[in-house]
């Protein structure tokens, strides 16, 4: 009896190690590579199509009516760059895109009323499509900003052409956003960066302690 076990778990064993070795089958390349140009197409489609072109916000969900998402407004910033590259729109149409973004952060209210769309130098969570204030009692949110800035400096590393001015105007004020953000003042507890502010209630107890999200 003992052999006969002995003999099974021997089989199994050289069956799972020559299962593992082999591994699986290689996917069909050309399917792969159709299904990712679709995921990639159809992802730069939701930023170009759904974003109020009058601000440059980004809707956080979609097909029911909402809010802008800051965050998703970094991710669209990075999405123009990569629909010029792939050709899905000209670089004109993506620079006049970011353009307008970037102005409206720039000029937005920034200020500690409830009105405001962020301060610091920071922006709340989630936005108003249209007038770009606050949406309903949000936190001012340090992840989320932290993502709209990814989006916009890569704006500025892409849009480089010395001779255009709109391209220009893109790398001043993406160096005017970013730099305005008072990391100091999010520090309530340093070293750490807290996760967020409500002007009705100040800072959140939570912070940020090393890599996260």
């Given at each position: 009896m003992r052999s006969t076990v002995a003999w099974?778990?021997?089989a199994l064993l050289a069956a799972c190690s020559t299962n593992h070795a082999e591994g699986?089958?290689?996917p069909d390349s050309a399917q792969a590579a159709a299904f990712l140009d679709t995921v990639e197409t159809r992802t730069f489609h939701y930023f170009w199509d759904l974003t109020n072109t009058a601000n440059g916000l980004v809707p956080d969900r979609s097909p029911t009516p909402s809010f802008s998402s800051i965050a998703a407004v970094g991710f669209?910033?990075?999405?123009?760059p990569?629909?010029?590259e792939r050709g899905y729109v000209t670089r004109?149409?993506?620079?006049q895109r970011v353009v307008t973004t970037l102005r409206f952060f720039s000029t937005a209210r920034q200020d500690s009323t409830t009105a405001a769309t962020g301060y610091h130098g920071f922006f709340y969570h989630f936005l108003d499509m249209n007038s770009g204030a606050r949406y309903q009692q949000v936190e001012l949110s340090t992840i989320d900003t932290a993502l709209l800035l990814g989006g916009v400096l890569f704006c500025q590393s892409y849009f480089t052409d010395p001779t255009d001015a709109t391209e220009a105007e893109i790398r001043r004020l993406a160096d005017s956003i970013y730099a305005r953000a008072d990391w100091q003042w999010?520090?309530?507890r340093p070293p750490v960066v807290s996760l967020g502010w409500h002007p009705e209630s100040g800072f959140l107890a939570y912070d940020w302690r090393g890599y996260s999200e």
């Open positions: 099974l778990a021997g699986p089958p290689p669209g910033l990075t999405a123009y990569i629909g010029v004109d149409q993506a620079r999010f520090s309530p």
